[in-house]
């Protein structure tokens, strides 16, 4: 939500594409192609741009348990993922909307040593990993 760079939604993208994520959004922020986007991840995971958090709201999809990566939440490290999860995250300057979170079915925060905000591609990098991986030790059983 709110994206401040274009890199930073180039980075998320290309994570996403490695990590096994379906689609992509952008709410406020419009995405130009990158340079360094050595995987070409437009042309393998769909990207939506919406304008606003009502559009977002209405082009959901359903079903869907929406969670808010941000402070306050339930650490990462104790987190279930659900199936359908679609991840919520903001600027890191700003975060999510207090209004957002309130609209999210879960709230998820990451630990970290010295500096309280992660950068947005890499929060979200990281929250995708630790999907990816529990998901697996799941699937071994």
Not at 46 to 52: G, S
Not at 114 to 134: E, F
Request: hydrophobic share 40%; with cysteine.
């Amino acid at each position: 939500i709110g994206a401040k760079t274009q890199a930073n939604v180039g980075t998320l993208w290309r994570s996403a594409y490695q990590l096994g994520a379906s689609f992509l959004f952008t709410i406020g922020q419009r995405y130009r192609a990158q340079s360094t986007d050595t995987v070409k991840a437009p042309t393998r995971i769909p990207l939506f741009e919406l304008n606003d958090w009502e559009a977002f709201a209405k082009f959901a999809p359903r079903g869907a348990r929406w969670v808010a990566v941000e402070m306050g939440g339930v650490p990462l490290e104790e987190f279930e993922h659900p199936h359908d999860a679609v991840y919520l995250l903001g600027s890191e300057d700003n975060g999510v909307p207090n209004s957002v979170v309130r609209s999210c079915h879960h709230v998820v925060s990451l630990d970290c040593e010295r500096y309280a905000s992660y950068n947005v591609a890499v929060a979200a990098s990281l929250v995708m990993y630790d999907r990816m991986t529990k998901m697996k030790a799941k699937e071994k059983g």
